[in-house]
């Protein structure tokens, strides 16, 4: 992110107005991901149910290629666009709380995911980047992580001196280095071509990604250890949407509702079904690890949970791991 990027979210607080009369407002919603992705695809519906219940009174601009992750934090603070749905690993630069999402070994499984959002304390972290001039609005489900590399990972020495694409959080640079492996921050539409040129040797992803944008076409082991999760945060321009005519917001919200809930059973059907079109390929071998195995690679990246205890606070931690039972 830019260092820039301090100065650029302070002026988010300027103040957005209502549409001009007669014309509707304008909603542009980059979601950077393959539109046949769970994500993809919600973003669509909340185009679609959002221009249904609201017709003529908005537009929304629902598409990949708009802009990548990395500009639209700073976009939104801008007010060049109002909506982006974007991984809860980016926001460690706003607030060192929702690198909790990055713990590895966290959650046993999307359902305690759930769970700890739909709770309190899930539902305060959406606020934690009010002060920043941001709204969180809702979570949006991909998946659990798997590891992908040109070797077996079987055992975390086996990640040793390997690079791996990650996305910009801190914490998961510490999670491969934990492994000894070499972290290489990178913009997921980069990540194809640099593993097939040989540029990094591994990624972490949930199925949706390693099969849509072909990560398996590129990799020829996958171990499957559900690590971590990848999920997204609803997030708009928090002055914009106050600023919104009530019966525009209360449109977008049923909208966003719809839109969530599509999202979130499309990410558990697409889950199952994109590992078996992984399998079927039989261009890559899955690996599935033993529950010793599996400790191993907890016990290895056990330090992080220490190293980052104080920023997201251990309390937090234990709220989340509570809903594990």
Not at 15 to 35: L, M, R
Request: proline share 5%; charged share 25%; with cysteine.
């Amino acid at each position: 992110m830019k260092p820039v990027l301090a100065l650029i979210l302070c002026a988010a607080v300027m103040a957005y107005g209502p549409a001009q009369a007669n014309k509707p407002i304008i909603i542009k919603f980059p979601h950077v991901v393959s539109e046949k992705s769970p994500k993809g695809m919600a973003a669509l519906k909340f185009k679609q149910r959002a221009e249904e219940l609201l017709a003529g009174k908005v537009e929304v601009e629902a598409n990949s290629q708009l802009m990548g992750d990395d500009e639209s934090l700073e976009a939104l603070a801008t007010g060049n666009i109002q909506m982006i749905a974007l991984s809860l690993s980016k926001f460690d630069r706003l607030t060192k709380k929702l690198q909790l999402f990055d713990l590895p070994f966290l959650f046993k499984d999307m359902a305690a995911v759930e769970r700890f959002q739909k709770s309190p304390d899930g539902q305060a972290l959406l606020r934690e980047v009010e002060p920043k001039g941001l709204l969180g609005l809702a979570y949006w489900h991909s998946g659990m992580k798997q590891f992908t590399a040109n070797k077996p990972l079987i055992v975390p020495q086996d990640a040793a001196g390997l690079k791996f694409r990650i996305q910009e959080s801190d914490l998961l640079e510490a999670q491969f280095r934990a492994l000894k492996a070499n972290p290489q921050k990178m913009a997921l539409g980069e990540v194809y071509q640099a593993l097939m040129n040989g540029v990094i040797d591994g990624q972490e992803n949930t199925w949706s990604n390693i099969y849509r944008l072909k990560f398996f076409e590129a990799q020829k082991h996958i171990t499957e250890t559900n690590h971590g999760v990848i999920d997204y945060m609803v997030t708009v321009n928090k002055s914009w949407w106050n600023a919104l005519p009530p019966d525009i917001r209360a449109g977008l919200e049923q909208a966003l509702r719809d839109a969530t809930q599509y999202n979130d059973s499309t990410a558990e059907t697409s889950i199952l079904s994109d590992r078996d079109k992984v399998i079927a390929s039989g261009k890559t071998t899955v690996h599935t690890l033993t529950p010793e195995q599996r400790d191993a690679w907890r016990t290895a990246m056990a330090p992080v949970w220490k190293q980052f205890e104080g920023d997201i606070g251990a309390d937090l931690i234990k709220a989340a791991r509570a809903a594990n039972r």
